[in-house]
């Protein structure tokens, strides 16, 4: 294996494996998210995300927060504790912007994932492995 293939896939692992991608410190951020760019095998740094809500019983996306990610692909403070409601929540996420800024075509122009908070007092983590031409999500820690 080359060293930059290896270089990429210790990133992955430490990133995927990482105590710090298990939550924030306690009384931070009860919702976060965790971009990486497995094309490069790193961080995904700079993807403009808004979180939203579901309102108007179920007719009506409010947006609560544009973010960026930070160097480490990482989007701490998305809701702190007290902003934290049961409900219908979406993260979108800008992948055609973070592409172009790279010079690389791809196939997604926007991700977004829809999922629901039923506990206000438990923290939720995002994650998204992002690739040109996939993407892959799930429920993190």
């Not at 740094?45 to 108007?56: A, K, N, T, V």
């Amino acid at each position: 294996m080359s060293s930059g293939v290896a270089l990429r896939l210790r990133t992955l692992q430490r990133h995927l494996g990482s105590p710090e991608g298990r939550g924030m410190e306690p009384g931070s951020s009860l919702l976060t998210t965790h971009v990486l760019d497995t094309a490069s095998g790193l961080p995904a740094e700079g993807l403009c995300l808004r979180l939203s809500r579901l309102e108007d019983h179920g007719q009506q996306w409010t947006e609560l927060r544009k973010s960026y990610t930070d160097p480490d692909g990482r989007c701490p403070g998305l809701l702190l504790p007290g902003q934290m409601k049961a409900g219908t929540y979406k993260l979108s996420f800008d992948t055609e912007g973070y592409w172009q800024k790279r010079g690389q075509e791809s196939f997604y122009p926007y991700v977004e994932v829809v999922f629901t908070i039923t506990n206000e007092t438990r923290k939720f983590h995002v994650p998204l492995l992002l690739s040109p031409w996939s993407y892959t999500t799930y429920r993190g820690s």
